[in-house]
């Protein structure tokens, strides 16, 4: 059986003009999850629209789409495309997961929730001649996950090729987030066993690691062991947690002895009154300027997660925002407009309240206001987070922030780490087009590990020498 499996691309990324790096980090993981479920028989290719172009003239048998909602228009083009060319065209992921009735229009199969359980349905049905239009995911375990077909993955292309998943969701039930519909009608925080995860890690080559887990840390014992399996391995690794995470006593210390040496973190909102409003319980009473000291002293990094135009928020909130950012010293930041996705209570919230503008998908993308925010005209909440970014990445910004580090190489290592994501981001599209973005992960990796705590921590150096790595 020949099987084309392609993850599109929204329009921003295959741009001819210029390509932020961020569409060049990670590879599909979630197609290359289920390519493991294929046999040695099948004639599988696998395409990423963000890093290569995706040829139309071939003759698959069955086509596989991950759907996101901003690469929706484009996956619905691809699937009709295909379709009218015989194959049998399957739409899965978090889009169709929100809204299957309007993916089954363009597929044959539709297929709601995480695919480990529906996908093998799929295939031995398949094979036998009865697909079914539609699978919803009911169980959810990673016992016996095939190995990731990391093979399929051009590895040159990325510069994070080494991204991983060891769970799936999140133990959290914030307003915004695609978590809750996504995995309806089963279990929606769940990991695989340590050991397997520690399988996956080996496999692995080279140093730097980027764990994609929604919350790496939510389930503290298999973190913990996770963190003591790999002592010694002398990775380095980027992840993302919650502030809560942050603040409790000794797994951060067990993931820095293992090698973590940057953090995402989602703060949200530095108005308290937005975290009840969004059910992010896990922020409330939170001491942020205690979340980056704590990480600071252990040499990690911080990219901390902002959202912009919750109801509490009026047009001082980006200025605000910035200035906490920068006076902390905080590595590097990312901004969202906050954008209601079909499917989350705060989509069903605003529609309720005649307040979504319309249904572009493309424009939900989280740099478009498609809601008429409570305090601000939806013009300025995109003005102000275009200005936040610009503000938070001026040089005397960057100086400002850099300066909070009392040593001469953790400022080294501020400058390096936010110049590099963001000043420098011509020299990004020319390596994405000479198609060697890999080439700058040494680079990354040299910057991870000049880590330089600002107290001495009970944390010994992992073994290879010491490092640092991301996020939420
Ligand atoms: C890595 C990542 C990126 C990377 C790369 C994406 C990639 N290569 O897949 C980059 C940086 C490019 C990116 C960009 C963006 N991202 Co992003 N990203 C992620 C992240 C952190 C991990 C994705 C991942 O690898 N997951 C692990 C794998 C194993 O899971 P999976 O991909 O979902 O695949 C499983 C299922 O979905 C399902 N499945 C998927 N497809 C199919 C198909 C079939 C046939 C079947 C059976 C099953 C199936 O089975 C798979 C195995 O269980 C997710 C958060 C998350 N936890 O998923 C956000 C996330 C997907 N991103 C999101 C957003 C909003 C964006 C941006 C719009 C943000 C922005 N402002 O730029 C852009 C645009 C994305 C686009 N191209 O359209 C949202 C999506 C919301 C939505 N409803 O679509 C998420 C959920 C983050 C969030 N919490 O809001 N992203
Ligand atoms: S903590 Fe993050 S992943 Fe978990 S529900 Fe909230 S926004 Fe989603």
């Not at 009218?84 to 309007?102: I, K, N």
């Not at 994609?212 to 690794?237: C, I, Q, T, Y």
């Not at 502030?243 to 293992?258: F, G, T």
């Not at 959202?307 to 009026?314: E, L, P, Q, T």
Request: charged share 25%.
């Amino acid at each position: 059986m020949r099987v084309k499996m392609i993850l599109p691309a929204l329009t921003e990324a295959t741009s001819p003009l210029f390509r932020p790096v961020k569409y060049s980090l990670f590879p599909p993981l979630g197609l290359a999850t289920l390519a493991g479920y294929l046999g040695d028989e099948d004639e599988v290719t696998l395409v990423d629209e963000h890093v290569e172009k995706v040829r139309t003239d071939d003759e698959p048998d069955l086509v596989v789409i991950q759907v996101y909602i901003t690469s929706a228009r484009r996956s619905y083009e691809l699937a009709d495309h295909y379709r009218a060319r015989g194959a049998h065209v399957c739409l899965g992921g978090l889009h169709v997961t929100s809204l299957p009735a309007e993916a089954a229009e363009h597929a044959d199969t539709i297929f709601t929730g995480p695919g480990e359980d529906t996908w093998p349905r799929f295939l031995a049905d398949y094979r036998a001649g009865r697909p079914l239009a539609r699978y919803d995911s009911r169980e959810r375990t990673l016992a016996a996950l095939p190995p990731v077909r990391r093979d399929l993955i051009r590895r040159g292309r990325y510069l994070v090729p080494n991204s991983i998943v060891v769970s799936r969701g999140c133990p959290h039930v914030c307003d915004f987030c695609y978590k809750e519909a996504f995995f309806e009608g089963g279990k929606s925080f769940y990991t695989q066993t340590v050991d397997a995860a520690l399988s996956e890690i080996d496999r692995l080559p080279g140093r730097h690691l980027y764990f994609l887990d929604d919350h790496l840390f939510g389930n503290a014992r298999f973190a913990s062991a996770l963190f003591d399996g790999m002592r010694g391995m002398g990775r380095l690794w980027q992840a993302a947690g919650t502030v809560k995470s942050v603040l409790a006593p000794d797994l951060l210390e067990k993931a820095v002895e293992s090698g973590l040496r940057s953090l995402f973190v989602g703060f949200e909102t530095v108005n308290a009154g937005n975290l009840a409003a969004q059910r992010k319980w896990q922020n409330i009473d939170r001491d942020y300027d205690a979340v980056v000291r704590r990480l600071r002293d252990l040499g990690v990094m911080v990219n901390a997660s902002f959202v912009f135009g919750m109801d509490s928020d009026d047009a001082s909130v980006f200025e605000r925002t910035v200035e906490w950012a920068v006076g902390q010293g905080v590595e590097t930041a990312t901004f969202h407009i906050m954008t209601p996705y079909p499917g989350t209570r705060l989509y069903e919230r605003m529609a309720a309240q005649g307040r979504l503008l319309h249904s572009d998908w493309d424009r939900y993308d989280t740099r478009h206001t498609v809601f008429q925010p409570a305090r601000m005209t939806p013009a300025e909440l995109e003005e102000g987070y275009w200005r936040a970014y610009r503000d938070f990445y001026r040089w005397k910004s960057i100086w400002q922030g850099a300066s909070v580090k009392p040593t001469l190489r953790g400022q080294a290592r501020h400058l390096a780490y936010a110049a590099g994501w963001k000043k420098f981001e011509p020299l990004w599209d020319l390596l994405i087009r000479a198609r060697r973005t890999n080439q700058a992960l040494p680079l990354l990796e040299a910057i991870l590990s000049r880590r330089s705590a600002i107290r001495p921590t009970h944390v010994g150096m992992p073994s290879a020498s010491d490092g640092g790595v991301r996020s939420r």
